[in-house]
C-alpha cells in the first residue's frame, strides 16, 4: 500500500500523494435509467483493485486523433492499465482475418497503441491484462493466434456465458512476476479465445500453462512492463500485480517530478 504523508521542500509542505493510474475502457451501448447510449465503461473491479492498492484509479476512454490526445493524458498519470476486452484487429499485425474474430475495434485498437507508445517512451509502468497482454505483443511487432481451439483443441481457455474459467500457469523463476505472486504452479481465472504466437521484439516469456500457450511476458529493457493472459482483477490473490504496479508508480512520480525553485525573481 503506498501511503500519505507531507515532504518539507523550500520552506513549503507538499502533500504526498497517491499514484494516479489509467485503466482503458471500451466504448459500448448502456443503459440507465430512460437512457440508452454510447457510454466508457469498464468492471468496477478493475478500479477496485487499483484503489485497494493504494492508487487512483481515472477511466480512459477512446479518444478521437490518438496521437495528440495520448501525450497529454499520460502527462497526468504515473502508471497505466492495458485492460480486457475485444480482440485486437488482425490488420495490425498483418493476417487474414479468422471467421471467429470479433469484429473491429478500430478506435480502441488506436488508443492503446498510442498510450503504450507514449508510457514505453516515458518509461512508464504498465501492466497489460489479457487483451492489453495481445496489444503488448502486436505493438512490438508479434502475432496473435486468432482461435486458440483450431491451435491447441481445447475450449478450456474460455468456457462463455461469462463464466471464468480457472486454469494452471507456471511462472518462472527469477522473474517480475515470481516477485509479486511467488514461482511454480498459480492457478488463474482466464477468459479469451486468442494467444501470443510469435512473441514481439524485447518481451520475455515469464509464464507458459502446461499446454504451451504464453501467460505471461515482460520487457526486457530497464522499464516496468508486465502482461499476463489471465485476469488478475477477478482474484483477490491476484491482486498483488495491482499492488506491484502501484508501487512502480509511485517511484515513477518520484523520479519525474521536478522540484519546485527556491530562487526568488527580483524586480
Not at 507508445?117 to 497482454?133: F, H, K, T, Y
Not at 504464453?214 to 522499464?223: L, N, S, T
Request: aromatic letters at 6%; charged letters at 20%; proline letters at 6%.
Amino acid at each position: 500500500m503506498v501511503s500519505s504523508g507531507s515532504d518539507q521542500r523550500g520552506g513549503a509542505v507538499a502533500q504526498t500523494r497517491r499514484p494516479v493510474i489509467g485503466l482503458t475502457t471500451y466504448l459500448e451501448q448502456a443503459a440507465q435509467g430512460v437512457w440508452n447510449v454510447r457510454a466508457a465503461f469498464l468492471p468496477e473491479v478493475y478500479f477496485d483493485a487499483v484503489t485497494a492498492s493504494g492508487g487512483i484509479a481515472v477511466l480512459l476512454p477512446p479518444q478521437p486523433a490518438p496521437e495528440d490526445a495520448a501525450p497529454a493524458v499520460l502527462d497526468g498519470l504515473d502508471g497505466l492499465i492495458l485492460t480486457g476486452g475485444v480482440d485486437v484487429q488482425p490488420e495490425l499485425y498483418g493476417a487474414p482475418r479468422h471467421p471467429l474474430t470479433d469484429p473491429a475495434r478500430a478506435d480502441r485498437d488506436a488508443w492503446e497503441m498510442a498510450l503504450f507508445a507514449g508510457a514505453e517512451e516515458r518509461r512508464m509502468p504498465v501492466l497489460a491484462i489479457c487483451r492489453g497482454m495481445q496489444v503488448v505483443n502486436v505493438a512490438r511487432g508479434g502475432t496473435l493466434h486468432q482461435h486458440l481451439p483450431d491451435v491447441l483443441g481445447t475450449e478450456k481457455y474460455r468456457l462463455g456465458g461469462g463464466l471464468f474459467a480457472t486454469n494452471s500457469t507456471e511462472v518462472e523463476a527469477g522473474s517480475r512476476l515470481a516477485d509479486l505472486v511467488g514461482a511454480g504452479r498459480q492457478e488463474v481465472h482466464s477468459y479469451h479465445h486468442q494467444g501470443v504466437d510469435r512473441l514481439g521484439d524485447g518481451l520475455a516469456v515469464t509464464a507458459r500453462t502446461d499446454d504451451g500457450l504464453v501467460y505471461a511476458v515482460e520487457g526486457m529493457g530497464d522499464g516496468y512492463l508486465l502482461g499476463v493472459q489471465w485476469h488478475p482483477e477477478q482474484n483477490l490473490d491476484d491482486r498483488r500485480l495491482f499492488a506491484g504496479l502501484v508501487r512502480e508508480a509511485a517511484d515513477y512520480r518520484a523520479r519525474s517530478r521536478t522540484a519546485p525553485s527556491n530562487q526568488e525573481v527580483s524586480a
